[in-house]
């Protein structure tokens, strides 16, 4: 049996790849299933791993749902399979990126939105089109993408349903970088590495804050910042000396 959702590790960065590229990587229930695994062991695995990367394989992220499944109905194994699976990845405890090449359609998107940062080739094309197949987001869409780029530009892809093209997905903020796809697997293993260089407590304890605090008015968010901030981690000493060592050796 193929393996739907692989995971390769390295140097600290997981990598989850969804692999169906024949079929432009369609998600599906066992899609699901399997990608949930992987979200549940690096969950817990912050000792090995500080930040994970979720991609497709072949020509694409991948073309979204898979519309054969809903036409023969699906069986997920409990109900809100999918979402609670797309939440589980939003929140683990390492930082995601998401990287896009080719197709990032519709439920897709709702799975590409659960990343941290986003990360896509000029070949990245984005659309939410659940109208064009009279159906409403249950995956999150709603929600997180009103986020990632307001309101009036998540209305503007909601109700046409157009298609968005990864440069002008950076230009709204759906995406953080597009790169020509000659320099996407060099710019996401340069972005990797720029994170992972910090303190992996320092990146949990970022993400848990952002995670916290959002939506909450000003103030309270300041409160809970100033009261509740882990702070200091643990290498915090390790990495001032570091850096203190370094810089009297070149003065």
Known sequence: MSTLVSREDADGL????????????ALTVAMFAELRDHVAQLAQDTD?????????????FSAGHDLADIA??????????????????????QPVITAVHGHCYTGALELALAG??????????????HARWALVPVWGMSQRLPRRVG???????????????GREAEAMGLVNWCVPDAEFDATLAQTARAVLANSWFSLRANKR?????????????????????EGRGPDMAAR???????TSKLS
């Open 14 to 25: 997981a990598t989850l790849t969804l692999n169906r590229p024949d079929k432009l990587n």
């Open 48 to 60: 090995r791993i500080g930040l994970v990367v979720l991609r497709g394989a072949g020509k694409c």
């Open 72 to 93: 023969h109905g699906e069986h997920p194994p409990q109900p809100h399979f999918q979402a609670d699976t797309i939440e589980l990845l939003a929140n683990l405890p």
């Open 116 to 129: 941290d940062l986003l990360v896509a080739a000029e070949s990245a094309r984005f659309a939410d089109t």
């Open 240 to 246: 001032i000396a570091a850096f203190m060592n370094k």
């Open 151 to 165: 309101m009036a530009k998540a209305q503007e892809m909601t109700y046409t349903a157009r298609t968005f093209s």
């Open 209 to 229: 804050l952002y995670r916290e605090t959002e939506g909450m008015p000003l103030r309270a968010g300041l409160s809970h910042e100033i009261h509740r901030s």
